[in-house]
């Protein structure tokens, strides 16, 4: 994965983290070890450092308020340079603003729109078309 000595998948669900691995294994991709575990205690079950973190918390709004910033302050925990986290566009103030409390530099490097498909029991409409911004935040 461009070079990285070690690369880690971390994912609450075991049918996200079976995907992952038959990916892996299409693209001929030995270095990743995947663990099943919550990010929210990421730093308690990693016990170590990432020179980068890549990032898809779970949009903090509505039925999970707040989470997404949950997420971002332990990949800011885990990081030693940057991470790099997609967040709702409506969300962008908030989380800069987060972002630079917690002591990085964040900078919006991509708008993206993201079609999100009906996941849960609260979604009324079979999918929904999301402003999204793909975020750095710079490690000082």
């Known amino acids: 994965m461009l070079g990285a000595g070690t690369v880690l998948g971390l994912d609450l669900d ?6 992952c ?8 991709i030995d ?9 929210t205690d990421a730093d308690l079950i990693l016990r170590q450092k990432f020179e980068v973190v890549v990032m ?3 949009f903090g709004t509505k039925h999970n308020k ?3 910033l949950l997420f971002l302050e332990k990949g800011i925990k885990l990081a030693t340079r940057a991470v790099y986290s997609l967040h709702k566009t409506s969300t962008r103030e908030h989380v800069l603003k987060k ?3 917690w002591g990085t530099k964040p900078q919006v490097v991509a708008e993206l ?3 999100l498909p009906a996941t849960y029991k609260h979604h009324k409409k079979a999918s929904v078309d999301i402003e999204v911004d793909f975020i750095r935040f ?3």
């Open 14 to 19: 075991p049918d996200a983290l079976d995907n």
């Open 21 to 28: 691995q038959q990916n892996l294994e299409a693209f001929d």
């Open 31 to 39: 270095n990743v070890d995947l663990v099943n575990g919550n990010a």
């Open 56 to 58: 898809n918390p779970p």
């Open 66 to 68: 707040g989470l997404d």
């Open 99 to 101: 972002g630079e409390a």
């Open 113 to 115: 729109r993201y079609d």
């Open 138 to 140: 710079a490690i000082s």
